[in-house]
């Protein structure tokens, strides 16, 4: 079992920044790939970024160029920095881990843990 702890959201008005932190904890070995996700109030939940163990990142076209994924090994944690936030970035963010073989990052149905979330309010 991996425990996700998500940290750092809050409100900025646009054009601002914000670095969301996930703290894994538990069984953390064989995670393959992390990932950041965000939920909407009526939309569906989508990828916004995900990390892989080895490989390439990956991101939504909407937040190239403003959003960094990165990863700290040493103490399992995943960050999400934001910068040029516009009230469409404004959501739920959660973080997700995928456990298995090293491979390509799955789809967000293939995550096995989530996160609580953290709320993002970007005002205009």
């Known amino acids: 079992e991996v425990h996700l702890v998500e940290s750092g959201g809050g409100s900025v008005q646009a054009g601002g920044s914000l670095r969301l932190s996930c703290v894994a904890s538990g069984y953390t070995r064989n995670m393959f790939c992390r990932g950041w996700f965000r939920q909407a109030p009526g939309k569906e939940r989508e990828e916004v970024a995900v990390i892989p163990w080895l490989g390439s990142t990956r991101y939504t076209d909407s937040v190239k160029g403003r959003f960094t994924i990165s990863q700290d090994r040493t103490n399992n944690t995943l960050y999400l920095e934001m910068n040029a936030l516009n009230p469409e970035d404004s959501a739920i963010y959660y973080c997700?881990?995928?456990?298995?073989?090293?491979?390509?990052?799955?789809?967000?149905?293939?995550?096995?843990?989530w996160g609580q979330g953290t709320q993002v309010t970007v005002s205009s």
């Open positions: 997700a881990a995928a456990q298995g073989p090293v491979g390509v990052c799955p789809t967000q149905q293939s995550f096995n843990f």
